[in-house]
């Protein structure tokens, strides 16, 4: 029997079970229109501003790391604008992004991606490739953000494959609908419970799921699923903006703690210094004394 396939919902409870389960899943109506709009202007300014001025990262080519497509890459949202820092306050999300990862969590990039027609279908990969494997595969997931010095989880003995636990979880705001023209992401639903990386040849067409959805809902992934842009084809800009978040044991795509304005972190909450890295975990990520909690720049 084919299992049924996560659909936009307003259910925490199933949008949980749906990551889980499926390695990606839909949360509906996560942002309102007017939200929408004000992200979309802000995004397509910056877009414009960044190709007029020869730092726009362009991509959609041929190749996981092609340089050369009609793709555009927006990088640093964090420190582009209050609103798009508004979006790691998003309790519905950040509550289902740690019910996965644990409570102690980082920002690993907040970033968009806006595929153009024309932009190539991205290779499909994972977003947690680093991760040494393995735990054991049908026993609940070990959380990276819950492990700390005197307690590492032994990995379940009783279940015969092993594979590594979820590190990563990349969430997609949606900022227009996701169509098969424009390219919604493509994904394998249940590659994350594999324990492989994707290798060219390694899946079949009829096994990839695009995942369409309308604008304003979150597509949180699970860092272990085989997943990519998909190509757009035609229609209208593919808009969205990838907010990843790690554990706190692993390195963050975005090295928020040589970026941010020193101005902005004095006005930055506990929780939020913490997403970006300025608070040490168990000593790791610290400048001075092992006990320090908060590594500031000066
Ligand atoms: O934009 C998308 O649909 C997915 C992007 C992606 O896979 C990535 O940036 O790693």
Redesign the pocket.
Known sequence: MTPTLPEPTTDIEVVKSDLAEHGFCFLADALDSQYIEDLSNDLRDICAFERETGIAQLDGGKGLLAHDGVNQRVWGLFHKGAKFRELLKHEAVMGIVRSVIGDSILLSAHAA?I?KEGGAE?QL?T?QWWMPQPVADSAPSIMAGDISRNHVPDAPSSTPISIAPTAVV?V?WMLVDFTREN???RVVPGSHRLGKYPREGGWKESEVQQACAPAGTALLIDGRIW????ANIGGEERL?V?TTFCGPQFRQQENFTLSTDRKLIKELDADTLELLGFRAWNGYGRSSHPTDEWVMPE
Do not use: E, S, V, Y
């Open positions: 991606n595929a991205m990969h977003d990349n997609i390219g919604a992401t997943h990519g842009t998909g969205a990838l």
